[in-house]
Nanobody, 128 residues
Framework: QVQLVESGGGLVQVGGSLRLSCAYS????????MGWFRQVPGKEREFVAF????????YYRDSVKNRFTISRDVAKNTLYLQMSGLKSEDTAVYYC?????????????????????WGQGTQVTVSS
C-alpha cells in the first residue's frame, strides 16, 4: 500500500519560510515525477511544483518561482518543498503527489490527473 504523509505546515508571517516534507512508503519514486499542489476552500486544487525524477528537472508555477524549491532525499524516501518569501496568497492546504506513469520527452506533470498517489495535506497559513 502506497502512502504519502505531509508534515511541516503551520502559521508563519509574511516574508517567512517553511519547509514541507512528504514521507512516502510502499514504493519508490526515484524515476517518477512527484509534485506539490495546493488548495484553498472554494477553489480548485492547483499545481505548485514538480520534480521529474530524483535529480531531474524541477518546474514551478510562475507565482512561486524563485521563492519555492522542490527536492528529494531518496535515502529517506522524502519529498520536500522549501518555501521562502511567503505571501498571504500562499495560504492553502498543500498536498504532495506521486505518479506511476512516465511520459516521454519534456512532459510537464502539472495536472491533478497526472498523479495517482496523494497525501492527506498540510495546512500553511501566512499572516500579515
Amino acid at each position: 500500500q502506497v502512502q504519502l504523509v505531509e508534515s511541516g505546515g503551520g502559521l508563519v508571517q509574511v516574508g517567512g519560510s517553511l519547509r514541507l516534507s512528504c514521507a512516502y512508503s510502499g514504493r519508490t519514486f526515484d524515476n517518477y515525477a512527484m509534485g506539490w499542489f495546493r488548495q484553498v476552500p472554494g477553489k480548485e486544487r492547483e499545481f505548485v511544483a514538480f520534480s521529474r525524477s530524483s535529480g531531474g528537472e524541477a518546474y514551478y508555477r510562475d507565482s512561486v518561482k524563485n521563492r519555492f524549491t522542490i527536492s528529494r532525499d531518496v535515502a529517506k524516501n522524502t519529498l520536500y518543498l522549501q518555501m521562502s518569501g511567503l505571501k498571504s496568497e500562499d495560504t492553502a492546504v498543500y498536498y504532495c503527489a506521486g505518479t506511476r506513469r512516465i511520459w516521454a520527452g519534456n512532459y510537464r506533470y502539472t495536472r491533478i490527473s497526472d498523479y495517482q498517489y496523494w497525501g492527506q495535506g498540510t495546512q500553511v497559513t501566512v499572516s500579515s
